[in-house]
């Protein structure tokens, strides 16, 4: 049954959201945990986030998304069906790859995870401008976020949990058949026939290009391009090396894995509830600037915990809630914005563009993480990446006065 209320379509594309989350909550949160108590080094580990790496490049093919695509089965719907088949099957393959036996065999299909999980991405995010109306973005990138986030959940927290009992088989196997049943979700949208102006923008890759390099320089991109470019570059810093510090402070990975990606997970789903609420109650920019500021003083906890040597069990799990509560309701925000600054024409591309924008930006901190861990401590680091967090709230101030210039022109 095709859904039109707005509870059903937020309801429809969370689900699809969380095939997403489940590929990318493995290899940033369970992976690291793995790694390390294989004896894999801080340096390795932090170089182990370049797996991420299509999330990141995923804006080179995004054109390919929004210009082909079989109509009568569904443009977005023919690209999302058969790339979830596939993540099933990869996830199905590396069951049988243990980090302690195939380690580089494992990295491999961990990499080909997120490059269907992220390709797929392209054509949900295609998919929800496609449905939504402007009215509906708060409510509907909550969803989303939600959505993402209960995958990450699943695979990073509570799979990691279960590990325990049901084994590195049994925890990839459980993550390829909730792919194949989040699909499923795509059956339950209609996709809006595309206007005469629409179709014309991309009835070829030249105009998809030409009509996203016009959005691209459209006022006020670059400085919002800037600011989704460095926004989370200390949030990213200091996350990397979050579960590597428990690590080596004696905390055994299935607590980590509760504490973190559990607990904090569940924070991180309240907080972007929060922002999608803020997000339909302030304007969008407003609501960034708001979650930005709280966020900037929740990550100063875990620099805390880092400087004063042995952290207890209860400041653990009191700091990772309020960095994810506050760092959840940010990301929601933020991707209301981008979502309200995408071209409808071109939608899979110009998002995937800005989404891409702000997985490169926060990437390099990702990959380095490790090494500067080891030359300043997990104090220095941590420090580093509070500091940047702030400094980069700067950025909000000229987004808001070309805001007010498009308001009063």
Known sequence: MLLRSRAGKVAALSVLYLAQGLPFGFQATALPVFLRASGVSLTAVGFAGALALPWAAKALWAPLVDRFGWERFGRRRSWIVPLGALLALTCMAAAFVPPSRHLGGLL????????LAATQDIAVDGLAIDVLGRDELGLANAGQVVGYKVGMLTAGGLLVWASAWIG???QLSVMAALVLLSVLAVFALREPPASEDEARERRSLHEVLATALAALRAPGARWLMAFLGTYKLGEAMVDAMFKPFLVDAGFPPHRIGLWVGTYGMVASIAGSLAGGWLAQRLSLLAAVGVTSVLRSFSMAGEW???????PEEGAVV???????????????????????RARRSIGATHYTVLA?????G??????????????????????AGT???????????PLRRERERMSFG
């Not at 491999?108 to 490059?115: E, H, I, K, T, Y």
């Open 108 to 115: 491999a299909l961990v990499f080909l995870m997120n490059l």
């Open 168 to 170: 590195w088989h049994g």
């Open 304 to 310: 805390v915990l880092a400087a004063g040597g042995s």
């Open 318 to 340: 009191a700091v990772t809630l309020a960095e994810h509560l506050f760092g959840g309701a940010l990301t929601t925000a933020v991707f209301a914005f981008m979502m309200s």
């Open 356 to 360: 891409s924008v702000e997985v490169l």
């Open 362 to 383: 926060k990437s390099p901190a990702v990959w380095l993480s490790g090494t500067l861990a080891e030359r300043w401590g997990y104090s220095g680091l941590f420090a």
């Open 387 to 397: 500091g940047l967090s702030v400094a980069f709230l700067a950025l909000l101030i």
